[in-house]
T-cell receptor, first 111, second 114 residues
Framework: GESVGLHLPTLSVQEGDNSIINCAYS??????FIWYKQESGKGPQFIID?????DKRQGQRVTVLLNKTVKHLSLQIAATQPGDSAVYFC??????????FGKGTMLLVSP | DARVTQTPRHKVTEMGQEVTMRCQPI?????VFWYRQTMMQGLELLAY????????DSGMPKDRFSAEMPDATLATLKIQPSEPRDSAVYFC????????????FGAGSRLTVL
């Protein structure tokens, strides 16, 4: 399985490419799935969420896809920019008003 | 620009000392969370409050950790006595009651226990 630190999954892309960050979840009962971005030295920042009865939601330059059949969530970032370099976390809201975060994926964008 | 304010940003202390971390949530947010982030465990929920009442602190070691909200503008997380395994970044986050998916995090308090 995934782990953080030295073993944090890393995605390296070129500026202008599209990025796809993936997340597997285990709890079919989650009501919402959420993506957060954490830049170095800062706290996580909300990007976008999707309700469990949807399969796609679009924001500004980001799209989240939810495949409940295989319990898979993805975040697509269009025209990736150096400012998108960060660790991205998926999270689940299991209906108790608290979020459970995944381990994270590091996105590195080179000019 | 509304933000969650945490103090101190950095704290180095020796094993056995008491550590207190403070958080000022966003004005009007009625839910406050404490998370801990480590390399190995990622982001773990320690405790959270709604309307200043503690709702869940099951993620917190009870014998040494305590969390309180003396008033709506201040949340505290105390460790007594601190141990090296408590070294981590501690985040406070706040949310409005209707937006439980949207947490606003502070910049964190990095704690090092020697």
């Amino acid at each position: 399985g995934e782990s953080v630190g030295l073993h944090l999954p890393t995605l390296s892309v070129q500026e202008g490419d599209n990025s796809i960050i993936n997340c597997a979840y285990s709890n079919s009962a989650s009501d919402y799935f959420i993506w957060y971005k954490q830049e170095s030295g800062k706290g996580p920042q909300f990007i976008i969420d999707i309700r469990s009865n949807m399969d796609k939601r679009q924001g500004q330059r980001v799209t989240v896809l939810l495949n409940k059949t295989v319990k898979h969530l993805s975040l697509q970032i269009a025209a990736t920019q150096p400012g998108d370099s960060a660790v991205y976390f998926c999270a689940e809201n299991r209906g108790y008003s608290t979020l459970t975060f995944g381990k994270g994926t590091m996105l590195l964008v080179s000019p | 620009d509304a933000r969650v304010t945490q103090t101190p940003r950095h704290k180095v202390t020796e094993m056995g000392q008491e550590v207190t971390m403070r958080c000022q949530p966003i004005l009007g947010h009625n839910t406050v969370f404490w998370y801990r982030q480590t390399m190995m465990q990622g982001l773990e929920l320690l405790a959270y409050f709604r309307n200043r009442a503690p709702l869940d602190d099951s993620g917190m070691p009870k014998d040494r950790f305590s969390a309180e909200m003396p008033d709506a503008t201040l949340a505290t997380l105390k460790i007594q006595p601190s141990e090296p395994r408590d070294s981590a970044v501690y985040f406070c986050a706040s949310a409005s009651g209707s937006g439980a998916n949207v947490l606003t995090f502070g910049a964190g308090s990095r704690l090092t226990v020697l």
